[in-house]
């Protein structure tokens, strides 16, 4: 590797990377095991004498890490990631996804920038935050699936929220170009399956038609997302400054010739308010049922539209008027305004009320997609804040 190439490398830089060769080797897409990733990060944290707890999900297969430095009997700074990466398809890939890769200023693997880029700058920096007399202490916490619904974060924002003396804030270290996200939008992704009658379609009047009622159902959700376009609620902080709600996934019908009886699909509510995501889907379901089903159930009683929660996740408030936050301003960077892609944030503040930030090196355009690449740059400007942040941790 050629950090040192790179113009003011921080001293950890090298270490950052050669962390994130190693974080990369383990394939930690959502749908395999993170355990051998959590022992590599528990041996570390353990070894530079941090109280390191693991937690396992019901599986077994999967654990969350929480490591603290410093006094436990003071709030304290949560520095959080996720350990599980999307999948990739080494067929589109210009090198192996999972064989970190330098080409020129970049760093190429999945996950360097979402979000092992984090981690890497985290345990780089971790030995001066154990020599350093912390006088607060920092809770490190990597997390199992996030990618699939922030489904290991919860028991984390639990378990520090059940601490004699929680932490007082949490930074998220999302990829957002080391930029301060005081925002980012809910999600409830939901199932719905309309079970109707069939029979030959040359008799369809006689039938419950599940492809048009399903289509019936879209359309009344997207007017609920023209409505929430039109009337708000808004916030301008945010790209797309109100919820949102489309159809994003359909299934039904079985040949030309039959009414189908079965539809399913799915739809995505965007929410940018903590506490009304729930509230809307019940208003919107109580809606489509009292438009629609009477005139299912004449035709057929056994008629439904059945819901189904596939996933949830709560939105991030804003936690800068928060007194830890407004302490800590002075060394934060400029901010980014709030984002619409999901992080474990608003888990933290609604599982475990420690009010939440994103702020991590790496761009979100980057994510997701092939040839995922992290700038050595940003990994050097991570380090550098954690600088400030360990100097403001021991007054
Ligand atoms: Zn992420």
């Given amino acids: 590797m050629q ?40 041996e570390f944290f353990t070894n530079l004498g941090a109280d390191v707890t693991v937690l ?30 999307v999948p990739a398809n080494p067929k589109s890939w210009q090198s192996d996804p999972f064989k970190m ?19 890497a700058c985290v345990m780089a920096a971790a030995p001066a935050f154990a020599n350093a007399e912390l006088q607060r202490p920092f809770y490190f916490c ?9 489904l290991g974060a919860p028991a984390i924002a639990r378990y520090l929220s059940e601490l004699k003396v929680p932490p007082a804030l949490a930074i998220i270290g999302e990829p957002s170009e080391m930029k301060l996200i005081n925002g980012q939008k809910g999600k409830i992704a939901m199932r719905v399956t309309v079970l109707g009658e069939g029979g030959h379609s040359s008799f369809s009047p006689q039938h419950v038609n599940a492809v048009e009622y399903a289509s019936r159902i879209i359309t009344m959700i997207a007017e609920r997302s023209r ?20 159809t994003t996934i359909i299934e039904g019908g079985v040949a030309t010739n ?65 007194e830890m936050f407004k302490q800590l301003e002075p060394i934060l960077p400029e901010r980014g305004g709030k984002v619409s892609y999901g992080s474990e944030g608003g888990v933290f503040e609604v599982d475990g009320g420690i009010p939440s930030v994103i702020l991590g090196p790496g761009s979100i355009r980057q994510a997701h997609k092939p040839d995922e690449f ?21 007054y």
């Fill in 3 to 42: 950090a040192s190439a790179t113009p003011n490398a921080h001293p950890q830089l090298e270490a950052s990377i050669s962390h994130l060769a190693d974080l990369i080797a383990f394939d930690t897409t959502s749908a395999y095991s993170n355990l051998e990733l959590i022992d590599y990060m528990e």
């Fill in 56 to 85: 396992p999900d019901k599986s077994g297969e999967k654990a969350n890490l929480v490591a603290r430095l410093g006094p436990a009997d003071l709030p304290g700074i949560v520095l959080s990631g996720h350990t599980d990466v």
């Fill in 101 to 119: 890769e330098q080409r020129g200023s970049r760093l190429f693997g999945r996950g360097t920038c979402d979000m092992k880029g984090f981690a």
């Fill in 142 to 150: 990597f997390s199992h699936d996030e990618e699939v619904g922030c």
């Fill in 227 to 246: 409505r929430y376009e039109q009337d708000g609620p808004f916030d301008h902080d945010f790209t797309v400054p109100h919820a949102t709600t489309l």
């Fill in 258 to 322: 039959v009414t189908p009886d079965t539809c399913s699909f799915i739809f995505e509510l965007r929410s940018i308010d903590q506490n009304a995501a729930a509230a809307d889907i019940k208003a919107l379901i109580h809606d489509i049922e009292a438009t629609l089903l009477p005139e299912m159930q004449r035709l057929s009683v056994d008629s439904a539209i059945e819901w189904q929660e596939l996933f949830a996740y709560p939105a991030m408030g804003d936690a800068t008027a928060n």
């Fill in 374 to 394: 992290i700038e050595i740059e940003q990994l050097n400007q991570c380090l550098a804040f954690f600088d400030k942040l360990n100097a403001w941790m021991k």
